[in-house]
């Protein structure tokens, strides 16, 4: 099982003041990859004035705002202490009135990457490798809607533009500040559950029916869509898994082919996870969860949102006693703490908690998932 390094950090934010991040989860990272990175990205002069003026907000555009996560994500960073929302380029008028009615600019595309310093890519899942390549060859750090691509090759060619340019990117999978999963995260990792022998996560909605021709475009259906945040967790925990076998399944094939209910099971050298999402389901919030089972506990996190936490232990270990014990956790608002750590991390020079060599992880993994081999 791949071990990432948990690096105590608290209150080592830019946004310390305003944040609702669980700060004793911040870093996922092998300590030689932070050196390395700090160094490349200090090397190529993101050490200059931009990161050095702390007493203005960073310039921000938005690139695309289809995304069914850009209608909380736009007013997350129009709130933001860290940020200023410059504007959206989009092509949609329908969207664009929408925007433009709630007082944000719209702008082309070539004022927003010339007016940023850097740029969220809200646009559809298959325009993302394109729209990230344009940011990053404008020179500005991007922030990545999820999934990053579509196939493993439009991520790799964004990964090695960025690390070309000294670049940041950021991709944006929600729950990587999640303090539930990051605490059951932290509680596997410091062995306090012992030796990890099962990782159970289910992911479900009740989609649309206007909707699932959209998802019906992408091989694996819902696991890629919505499964995708579970397999991040999963693989930030337990690096790449040995052996993937996925479970795609259609419902009612006489309606559509949309793989609506779905499962993959990634198989390591010590351990299993097993991955469920499905669009056939009412009340799903109630019901999403992320499990981590070892041989002297299990830390449990159902719903995710809002999050609780109960870990139950064969014997005290870190913080938590014997037995069950419901966990208090921070307040927690999508978007807000990933966002604020992009600003960090732009300002102070450093790299991001999830290397770009585990972005990589991270979608060869869900294509896996999804039956598609990267």
Avoid at 6 to 25: F, P, V
Wanted: with cysteine; aromatic share 6%; charged share 25%.
């Amino acid at each position: 099982m791949a071990r990432w390094l948990y690096d105590y950090e608290q209150g080592s934010s830019a946004h310390e003041s305003g944040s609702l991040a669980n700060r004793s989860c911040r870093r996922w990272q092998r300590p030689w990859e932070h050196i390395m990175n700090r160094r490349t990205f200090l090397a190529a002069g993101l050490g200059s004035s931009l990161a050095r003026d702390v007493s203005r907000k960073l310039r921000i555009g938005v690139l695309g705002a289809v995304h069914a996560h850009a209608e909380e994500k736009i007013p997350v960073l129009g709130e933001s202490p860290d940020w200023d929302l410059i504007g959206v380029c989009e092509e949609d008028d329908q969207v664009r009135r929408q925007y433009s009615a709630s007082g944000v600019r719209i702008l082309s595309q070539a004022d927003l990457l010339s007016e940023c310093d850097a740029v969220a890519v809200e646009s559809d899942v298959t325009e993302h490798a394109r729209h990230g390549k344009l940011v990053l060859e404008a020179g500005k750090h991007l922030h990545l809607e999820k999934p990053p691509a579509t196939d493993f090759a439009g991520l790799q060619n964004l990964v090695d533009l960025a690390r070309t340019k000294g670049l940041l990117l950021q991709i944006g999978y929600m729950w990587r500040y999640h303090p539930g999963i990051n605490r059951a995260i932290q509680a596997a990792q410091l062995g306090w559950l012992g030796d990890i022998y099962m990782v159970r996560g289910t992911i479900n909605n009740q989609l649309p029916a206007r909707r699932r021709p959209e998802w019906e475009r992408f091989q694996g259906g819902i696991m890629f869509e919505l499964g995708s945040h579970l397999i991040d967790a999963v693989v930030r925990l337990m690096g790449a898994p040995r052996a993937v076998r996925p479970f795609l399944q259609t419902h009612d094939a006489s309606r559509d082919g949309l793989a609506d209910n779905t499962l993959a099971v990634l198989q390591y050298d010590r351990g299993l996870a097993v991955i469920s999402a499905s669009a056939l389901q009412p009340n799903s919030r109630n019901h999403r969860s992320f499990e981590i089972l070892g041989t002297r506990g299990t830390a449990s996190v159902r719903p995710l949102e809002p999050p609780e936490l109960v870990v139950d232990l064969e014997r005290a270990a870190g913080p938590y006693p014997a037995g069950v014990t419901r966990v208090e956790l921070p307040p927690y608002r999508r978007y807000v703490d990933d966002l604020a750590d992009f600003a960090r991390a732009i300002r102070n020079g450093s790299s991001l908690p999830v290397s770009l060599e585990q972005e990589l992880t991270v979608q060869r993994t869900l294509l896996r998932c999804t039956g598609k081999e990267p």
